[in-house]
């Protein structure tokens, strides 16, 4: 038997959006020992779980790659929690957790993601205004830090570390095990009920409407001005109840190249969005569906980054704070739409309060856009960025690959002092960092 | 139905493990990391709730290491044996040590231990033996010929020993894989269309035994390959830089 593998290799990485792209030495984790003499041999590491951050928080002259040290460790079963290696998947969790009666209590909107990753990024999803983020989930973990050492952490021990490891991004350590609760589920079904929203006004108050709905997103067409600003579809989801607790196999389709940068252009996308609105034909529409194609719509098609082709692109997420949230979306919008590169797909949910003190929600609402990278879109991200400011909002670091530090520094202000006090307790050797890390942070 | 499996820790054998673990079946995983084989046998048990995992160390470079195996593990139904070893073909053709640790994991090890359980299989008039060889044992070739001739001893042991348990009701599997995949590999000139994933490996054999072929090439394709290669004249060949 060949096998060809290597355990470091000096090779090209990259974030989901494809840019930047660096060599990095990769080392496969797979065992505990030979990951804590790694740690310990060399400076500027950083841990990548699938590597499905957008932009420079995985990247670093060290990777960590931890996508095969993906172990579970013990479920128990009266409490649904579930142990496992930080390189286990969302995506695996599920298949175990579903045929017995369990789902994940926090999902982003891919199950392509780490449980290490997830804690980092300190991911949210459809809930968060209900059931907070990643780390409402999280019991425990284990990290190493800076001098090598393994600290076990909960909100009962070393809590310093536990709440700024949540959208620490990697940088106080390498988390290597976590101890998550699942929640009980009865279907592997969700009733789905969706809303059209005319404007902006109208889909604010949907929101505010349904809040006592579990899951609830908008997907909102930035093309349409005047008017019809903020025209949008509010999706709304509550786990069904009909006992059905089968998987399905399901077959997935792969983007097979880098798509030619002009197949996604202005006309495209204005065609796309009239489309997408008005697949829906009346105002309501209430279906039973796949809690895959609810929750993972664009997992069904592998590598649908590719479809930016080879430049890459850049998504654009950032949250105003709820009392200002109309009026500084309705000035981005209004950016966005007279510039005319609207986002293929543009997505607006409203967030609960936020536990986490180092991390990307609060309260109000949040705005994510894929733009194709180009000098135009580039320019026009740096003046979104002033909005966001202006208005006392912020960006989510797993998306970002762009941003200047004056902005980030100005965004996170006193929690990025604090987090920057855990830092050096954990880390003062500065042995963790990350591409992101010296831009923003530095 | 009782799994024993030699070199439990490689990325096929993981898969293939799961495959077994989800019909049910009970494990006995071999290897000289026993930490890690520990971490896999909670992988197992957490995932399949039903399947029981006995782990335990051996070397097959060392037979010192193999009459404690055959004394603890009797009531065994299937042996794989997927340990093997690629070595640094020119690094062996200076250095006795390291051609011997190729010969020893690829070949002999091999042999000494799988003898014992086929007399056990066919003591008992049943039991399958499944050996991980590869197409390098098809036709020695410059690159990697000791590797390759361990591995060519090891597919000459097997297709004996299927001829001989053949009367006794004990099956004998030859797997040949072709290139595997791993993500690093990602990267590299592998032509692609000719690698396999530890997946589709894992896939291909477990098909494999439960149909009780008797050689399985691992992508299918390899097999006309190999074919191929085996036609090319040995003046020819020798010129060639393979």
């Known amino acids: ?442 | 139905m009782k799994v024993l499996v030699v070199g439990a820790n490689s990325d096929v054998s993981r898969e293939l493990l799961n495959l077994f673990a989800a019909e049910g079946d009970d494990l006995i995983l071999l290897s000289r990391d026993v930490e890690n084989l520990k971490l896999l046998k909670k992988d197992i048990e957490t995932r399949y709730e039903d399947v029981k995992v006995e782990v335990d160390y051996l070397d097959v470079t060392d037979k010192n290491s193999f009459n404690p195996i055959f004394d603890k593990f009797k009531e065994v139904d299937c042996l794989i044996y997927i340990a093997g070893y690629l070595g640094d073909n020119e690094r062996a053709l200076l250095d006795m040590e390291e051609a011997e640790k190729i010969l020893n994991t690829n070949f002999t090890g091999a042999v000494l231990f799988i003898n014992h359980f086929a007399m056990e299989f066919a003591k008992r008039g049943s039991g399958i033996i499944v050996g991980f060889s590869s197409v390098a044992g098809d036709r020695g070739k410059s690159s990697n010929f000791i590797y390759g001739s361990a591995k060519g001893g090891f597919s000459v042991y097997l297709q004996g020993l299927r001829n001989y348990l053949f009367k006794k009701g004990v099956k004998v599997l030859t797997v040949k894989p072709g290139f595997i995949a791993t993500k690093m590999t990602e990267n590299m000139v592998l032509p692609k269309a000719l690698t396999a994933s530890p997946q589709e490996v894992a896939k291909d054999v477990f098909r494999a035994i439960k149909k009780e072929k008797d050689i399985v090439y691992t992508k299918w394709f390899w097999k006309f390959i190999m074919l191929i290669i085996k036609l090319i004249p040995e003046r020819i060949f020798k010129k060639m830089n393979m």
């Open chain 1, 1 to 442: 038997m060949r096998s060809f593998e290597e355990d470091d290799v000096r090779r090209k990485i990259s974030g989901w959006g494809l840019y930047p792209e660096v060599e990095a030495e990769v080392f496969m984790v797979k065992k505990r020992d030979e990951l804590m003499e790694k740690i310990s041999s060399v400076q500027n590491i950083i841990a990548r779980g699938l590597g499905r951050s957008y932009g420079d928080s995985s990247l670093n002259d060290h990777v960590l790659d931890f996508s095969k040290y993906d172990f579970f460790l013990g479920f128990d079963s009266e409490k649904g929690i579930l142990k496992v290696t930080s390189g286990v998947t969302l995506d695996e969790i599920l298949r175990f957790a579903i045929p017995r009666g369990f789902f994940l209590k926090i999902t982003p909107g891919t199950k392509f993601v780490t449980v290490g990753g997830a804690i980092a990024s300190n991911v949210h999803g459809k809930n968060h205004h209900r059931e907070g983020s990643f780390s409402s989930c999280v019991k425990s973990f284990k990290i190493v830090v800076g001098d090598g050492e393994i600290l076990e952490c909960s909100r009962e021990k070393n809590s310093d570390l536990f709440w700024y490891t949540f959208g620490g991004m990697g940088l106080t350590g390498v988390i290597i095990e976590a101890e998550i609760e699942l929640k009980k589920i009865n279907s592997v079904k969700i009733d789905y009920r969706g809303i059209k929203a005319e404007n902006l006004d109208e889909v604010f108050k949907l929101f505010e409407e349904n809040a006592n709905y579990t899951y609830s997103v908008a997907w909102i067409d930035c093309l349409k001005g005047g008017k019809s600003l903020g025209r949008s579809i509010l999706m709304l989801g509550e786990h069904a109840d009909d006992g059905n607790l089968t998987l399905m196999d399901k077959k997935e389709i792969a983007v097979p190249f880098f798509f030619p940068s002009f197949v996604l252009n202005k006309m495209t996308v204005k065609a796309f969005n009239t489309l997408y609105y008005s697949k829906q034909i009346g105002k309501y529409s209430e279906k039973k569906m796949d809690f895959d194609k609810f929750f993972y719509p664009l997992d069904s098609i592998l590598e649908w980054n590719k479809m930016y082709g080879r430049r890459g692109f850049f998504q654009y997420q950032f949250v105003l704070p709820e009392d200002r949230s109309f009026d500084g979306l309705k000035e981005i919008l209004e950016e966005i739409s007279g510039s005319g590169y609207g986002s293929f797909l543009a997505v607006l949910k409203l967030f609960g309060e936020e536990e986490a003190p180092f991390s990307f929600p609060m309260k109000g609402y949040t705005l994510a856009l894929d733009f194709p990278l180009s000098e135009e879109t580039l320019q026009l991200a740096e003046k979104l960025d002033k909005i966001v400011l202006k208005y006392g909002g912020r960006h989510y670091l797993s998306k970002d690959s762009r941003m200047s530090g004056d902005i980030f520094k100005e965004e996170y202000g006193e929690s990025m002092k604090f987090f920057l006090k855990v830092k050096e307790r954990y880390d003062p050797g500065e042995k963790f960092s990350s591409i992101q890390w010296r831009r923003l942070f530095k």
